[in-house]
């Protein structure tokens, strides 16, 4: 597969662990911390790196996106 399908995958991986850890933070949640808390260092790189994600998906989503890309509605 091509670095770019291999980057996708990550970045959708981050932002799907960064949505979770929102979602749960409702409830008082915030397992990134729970897990990397001692590593305060590491935990920043991971909540800097969802965020880059996200910067990423925004703009190459239109490209990658069957449905944004044949015009449909999204």
């Known amino acids: 597969s091509k670095p ?3 980057l996708h995958g990550v970045a959708f991986i981050l932002l ?3 949505g979770l850890n929102v979602g749960l933070s409702a409830l008082g949640l915030n397992v ?3 897990l990397l808390g001692a590593w305060p ?3 920043m ?3 800097v790196l969802i965020g ?3 910067i ?3 703009a190459t989503h239109k490209k990658n996106c ?3 890309g044949s015009g449909a509605v999204a």
Request: glycine content about 8%; some cysteine; hydrophobic content about 50%.
């Open 4 to 6: 770019m399908d291999k």
């Open 16 to 18: 799907i662990v960064g």
């Open 32 to 34: 990134v911390n729970m």
């Open 41 to 43: 260092a590491v935990e």
């Open 45 to 47: 790189i991971i909540y």
């Open 52 to 54: 880059l994600s996200a």
């Open 56 to 58: 990423y998906e925004v």
């Open 66 to 68: 069957k449905g944004c």
